[in-house]
């Protein structure tokens, strides 16, 4: 009786190790065919005769316990990676030559690629892949589709598709759509003949290039053309000895004029970044500044800010008193000016510098005290005017007043 007892919890458990082995092994080899596979598993389990052999409470539990494990392995799905066009060229006759990107460096389930443009779509035939470009990438022509699609060298869209197996079953990633030329919302102009197109991923960047890279990482050496003007607040008033970011850093002069190299594109920027206090730099709105720019090119754009700018110093070193006021404002015959600057600093003592609306220093105070009260007597034409405090080379803070003598 003994040993028949034994011979049977030896059977349950080999039934029971054998259940959960042939569960596994269902799901690995189906993946991923749906959250509702989990019946077609019972049913597998039910025509072996294995399930049988627990008891009605034991299944209940068994089901349960199942359906949380796949529903927490579905719940956190595979991420398929995304392609990108990262260089497009453009030859005479509409041929045509084109690097891609993937944001892995695994390839081994790559299946196909589908290329489509305004003439139509076609499947590639035979890659090129790129080496030591840190993610995975190929390159092909138009010679290296199923059938040849050129390109409208006035303006196309080209949209790339990458097909994946996984599992025995055939999915798709995102793809990426390429805009050039006379056609809707397009990246950038149409690239000439010694031109190409060449994406930044990590910046999200599309720009023309005058300095073709085809086969080797792309950098932005001939990508940048000049844009120039005035940074104006939110009252309309220039904005002076300011640093901001769009796609690269710049400062305003004295009198809020700025120049600074874009990337050739087609683009609209709604915010932009101010340095806030030195080395941080946070962003605000502006009225939407569109523009379209070639290499090597240079226009002239307005910034036209629509909130106001806080400056001021590191919030971990600075007093909690305002960095600067002025009072009264406006202004008659004498001016108050209240000032922080940061205390832990060791760069020179501050200064004040009064600039009228041409940018002119009108008044130059140099200060004794990292923090103090002054009396300026103030004889000046009626206008605007701004106050600011500098400590070193850095800026401290700014304040406008307006000067209204009265009659």
Known sequence: MQNSFFICNVFRMYYDFSFWILLFAYWILNFPKGFFQIFHIFDTLLYFGIFS????????????????LIQGLYSNPIVLPSPYINEFQVFTGGHWTMEVLLDTEDYFWLDSVKVQNNAGFARVNAVSFIPDYGFFGFSFSDSDLDHSILANENGDIFTVTIYFTWGGNSMFTNSFELRYGNVTNPHVYAPTASQSIETFFTQSVVTLSDNPTLGLPNDTSGTFGTVSGIVYDLNGQPVPNQSFKIDNYFTTDATGHYSTRLFSRIFTWTRIYYEKWPGHYASIALTPYTYSMKPDSLITRNINLLEDLLV???????NPSPV?????????????????????????????????????????????NRQGVINLPVNLPDGLYLVTLKSGNKLQGTRRFIVSQGK
């Open 312 to 318: 001021g110093i590191d919030p971990g070193t600075r």
């Open 53 to 68: 052999i627990f008891s009605p409470m034991k299944k209940i539990l068994l089901f349960g316990m199942t359906l949380l």
């Open 324 to 368: 600067l006021s002025v009072f009264p404002n406006p202004v008659k015959n004498m001016i108050t000016i209240s000032y922080t600057t940061d205390l832990t600093s060791t760069v020179d003592d501050p200064e004040l510098f009064i600039y009228d609306a041409t940018g002119k220093i009108v008044i130059h105070k140099p200060l004794m």
